[in-house]
């Protein structure tokens, strides 16, 4: 399952908010009574709602999960929400985030 979502993601080296936190999940069936394997990420380093709960309790960012609204690098919450999320693994997030934008997009219309 591929999900779009409203732009909270920039580009790889951008500060525009272009992308959503692409939701994707895979599951698939085990043999032997085994429960499925299933996976689920975002194409954002970490998801919209942990930095609201890193806000909440006052807890930096990880390095590298966010920009400013000028695109420096930033591990304050409050701040982070006023600028933009990065694409987890740099420009190879960068292109899921768009492959999932462009798959979302064609099958919703």
């Excluded at 990420?41 to 609204?69: N, W």
């Amino acid at each position: 399952a591929f999900v779009g979502s409203k732009a909270f993601v920039a580009h790889q080296g951008g500060r525009k908010r272009t992308y959503g936190t692409n939701p994707m999940s895979f599951a698939f069936p085990r043999g032997g009574g085994k429960p499925p394997m299933v996976w689920d990420q975002a194409s954002s380093v970490m998801a919209r709602g942990e930095i609201q709960l890193a806000m909440r309790d006052g807890h930096d960012l990880p390095p590298g999960a966010a920009v400013d609204p000028d695109g420096n690098d930033t591990v304050v919450p409050e701040i982070a929400l006023k600028g933009a999320q990065k694409t987890f693994a740099g420009h190879k997030g960068t292109s899921i985030a768009l492959t999932v934008e462009l798959l979302a997009a064609v099958l919703t219309g």
